[in-house]
T-cell receptor, first 114, second 114 residues
Framework: QQQVKQSPQSLIVQKGGISIINCAYENTAFDYFPWYQQFPGKGPALLIAIRPDVSEKKEGRFTISFNKSAKQFSLHIMDSQPGDSATYFC?????????????FGTGTSLTVIP | KAGVTQTPRYLIKTRGQQVTLSCSPISGHRSVSWYQQTPGQGLQFLFE???????NKGNFPGRFSGRQFSNSRSEMNVSTLELGDSALYLC?????????????FGSGTRLTVV
């Protein structure tokens, strides 16, 4: 059972446009929601993360929007650039359980066209 | 500061064989987690080790096992390989055994089972 559902599977955006990736979760014990960016041949790298006590977090061109009641969160990439072309994964984890265990979405392949 | 190092980068094995993958975490990191990444399933959690003890385990068969040494280096073993075990195996390390921004992935070991 997929604990975190991610959509769309792939996304094509023009340079300068806004890229939006959505994720939904079921487990209310999750209280840490990171987004990872992965380039071919590399491991995922942390992009931005949010905890459910805030509804939005912005770092540069990347923004996470979080809707606790709907159990949904999304990544917005403003002014998308060709260098943003990568696969993006949302994830969720719970600080209530000991240790690190993340549940990942299935990924979104983003292509930014020049 | 060196990142998470995984060796080897690529492996080709025959069905029925066994394989051992290695992960050297960032210096000072004591938590090491392993994930299996496949195109259809995304990243699936295998297990986490902290101070030489397995702390968490995902839903994988007993053919998948691991261990951690006193220097925090970790190995993952897969016995009786199946075609479906072909995947990118990722290791991630973190400073402490709690959810944190310090969760860093290596570039992975690409295992192909033929």
């Amino acid at each position: 059972q997929q604990q975190v559902k991610q959509s769309p599977q792939s996304l094509i955006v023009q340079k300068g446009g806004i890229s939006i990736i959505n994720c939904a979760y079921e487990n209310t014990a999750f209280d840490y929601f990171p987004w990872y960016q992965q380039f071919p041949g590399k491991g995922p790298a942390l992009l931005i993360a949010i905890r459910p006590d805030v509804s939005e977090k912005k770092e540069g061109r990347f923004t996470i929007s979080f809707n606790k009641s709907a159990k949904q969160f999304s990544l917005h990439i403003m002014d998308s650039q060709p260098g943003d072309s990568a696969t993006y994964f949302c994830a969720a984890g719970s600080s209530r359980r000991t240790g690190n265990q993340f549940y990942f979405g299935t990924g979104t392949s983003l292509t930014v066209i020049p | 500061k060196a990142g998470v190092t995984q060796t080897p980068r690529y492996l080709i094995k025959t069905r029925g064989q066994q394989v051992t993958l290695s992960c050297s975490p960032i210096s000072g990191h004591r938590s090491v987690s392993w994930y299996q990444q496949t195109p259809g399933q995304g990243l699936q959690f295998l297990f986490e080790y902290f101070s030489e003890t397995q702390r968490n385990k995902g839903n994988f068969p007993g053919r998948f096992s691991g261990r951690q040494f006193s220097n925090s280096r970790s190995e993952m073993n897969v016995s009786t390989l199946e075609l479906g075990d072909s995947a990118l195996y990722l290791c991630a390390s973190s400073l402490e055994g709690v959810l944190s921004y310090g969760y860093t992935f290596g570039s992975g070991t690409r295992l192909t089972v033929v």
